[in-house]
DNA sequence: TCATTATGCAACCATATGGTTGCATGTCAA
DNA sequence: TTGACATGCAACCATATGGTTGCATAATGA
């Protein structure tokens, strides 16, 4: 879990599941070609995605296939997000109140 | 919105919103006495949080009272979750067929 | 076979990050 | 007024992070 939200932390690495996003299963050849940084700096990225089992690999021949796994978002969306979400109005009402007694004083 | 993310990159400062979703309202000093960590350490963590407007502080004489500001992580949810969240039983099945020929090969 | 292509590995560097300590400031209460 | 309490600010340090370069390895295709 903390590496998929650190795995999202970098901008970059959003970019690239971004990337495979709008077309999945690119090679890092690919991937690379719309990013300005050099391919060993985009590899370390895609690594780290990998780790945090955003991105899965699949190996044709020399070729590293990219494709993106959304089990890990959703687990993101189900047990953390989820949770807030449920407290959001009660959240917001609280906060809303302590502004005006801030206000008052 | 790259704010959010990096926010909550971090353990401790899921943590310090998991203890603020508990109790809301919590001043620093209420906080420390929950992290194994010097207050200055944790006020860092809170000045990030402060940043990325995951919480709001209402200021009371001399106490810093933080609380939730859940619209960020709703953002978060809505505008990039939401988007992974759509297509994800396609992504799924287009990963599964890569392996599927993967091992066919 | 051999040049080319796709990728991996390792060293290296600058800067960001997460933590500490020490001291300063402002508020409360006796 | 004065001491105690809640917090802020700044310097400092170790390590993590994001990037580079150079070289090694493996698969493809002429």
Known sequence: ??????????PHRRELLDLL??????????LCKCMSMSRQGVAKHLALLEVAQLVVVVWQGREKLHYLNPV????????????????RLQALDTLRKALDDQNDA
């Open 72 to 87: 890990p978002i959703q687990q993101i969306h189900d047990r953390w997000i989820g949770k807030f979400e449920g407290e």
């Open 1 to 10: 879990m903390n590496n998929v939200f650190k795995a999202l932390a970098d």
């Open 21 to 30: 996003y709008k077309e999945n299963g690119q090679t890092l050849g690919d």
